[in-house]
């Protein structure tokens, strides 16, 4: 491992329980605090996890200001529980609706930065299962406490949970086989980040609305690559948050899931001057096992999906170009 990173883990990890909510209060002063939590069919967790935020965090104890849930196409209840359990809802297309729409999870944290208020923003996943308010609280912690810190990753055991089958430390498989080992290849500044893909953060939102937001599932490798870029791996930190418990998508939908992060990853090489030039887009061949036998030698259906990552510019350069000119 570089020395730099072994320094870095050393001065810039923490556990969540060095983040007391009593003491982030007193910390947190003036600033504002958002709650953005991207959803796609979330109605399973969505009403758990706003009520569990805003009653601790909000109600109890006036850490955080704002839970805004940004409802991304869903085609269940999402919206309707959210909302009913305390939190603002907006729609992925209705935000900055005159621009041509995107896809995905980082088309929705985009349009939840620019629909939230707050000074600081933390990001939460909506299938998540038990979260805690020290989940909010702990990513805040070193964003409060050190004036020098810009952003903030959570990380955690992460379970693989199936068919009353858990191995404790199965889960976060794309993270394992994709995104640590592209990390290691071409940033290894960012190789101490213990989970890459972790879709628990917290930023100031001046740097968030200064870097580009990859649509889709590039946007976590995208945004670690890109903050390093712009602030440097001494602004950005991790927090243990003991265990995450998430829905798990299937094989196929993480390879998917994979295509996305690889074409998010080498447009930014590109940038980088790493290579001569990205696609905008690929096709990813899958193979599935056919519900009807196979003809000829092949004995597996072929499923095609177009792969389609494209960088929102950084939020800023959008506000200011709508800003009225004085005079
Ligand atoms: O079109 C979409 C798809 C997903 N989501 C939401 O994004 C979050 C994460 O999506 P999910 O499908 O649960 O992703 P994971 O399987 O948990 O994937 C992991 O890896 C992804 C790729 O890096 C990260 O974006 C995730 O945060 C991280 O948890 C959830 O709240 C989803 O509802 C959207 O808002 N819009
Ligand atoms: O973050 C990841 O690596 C993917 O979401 C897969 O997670 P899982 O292996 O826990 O389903």
Partial sequence: MHSQVRGWLAHRTSRVDQWPVARMVEQKGEQRVSVVLPARDEAATIGQIVTT????????????????????????DTARIAESAGATVVHQDQVLADMPPAHGKGEALWKGLAASTGDLVVAIDADLHD???????????????????????????????????VDVDGGGRVSELVARPLLNLAWPQLAGFVQPLAG????????????????????????????????????????????????????????????????AASARLARQGVLVRSPETSTLVQFRRPSVPGVGGLDREI?????????????????DRRRPVAG
């Fill in 53 to 76: 935020v805003r009653e601790a965090l909000v109600e109890r104890a006036g850490l955080v200001d704002e839970i805004l849930v940004v409802d991304s196409r869903s085609g269940d």
């Fill in 131 to 165: 979260v805690q308010p020290g989940f909010v609280s702990g990513l805040l912690g070193p964003l409060l406490d050190n004036p020098g810190i810009a952003f903030v990753k959570g990380f955690y055991h992460r379970p693989l949970i199936g068919d009353g089958v």
């Fill in 200 to 263: 628990e953060f917290a930023a100031r939102r001046e740097l968030l609305e200064a870097i580009p937001f990859a649509t889709g599932y590039g946007v976590e490798l995208g945004m670690l690559v890109d903050v390093l870029d712009r602030v440097g791996l001494d602004a950005m930190a991790q927090v243990d948050l003991g265990v995450r418990v998430h829905r798990h998508h299937d094989l196929q939908a993480l390879g998917r899931m994979s295509a996305q992060i690889q074409l």
């Fill in 303 to 319: 499923v095609e999906t177009d792969i389609a990552v494209k960088d929102r510019p950084p939020l800023r350069e959008v506000l």
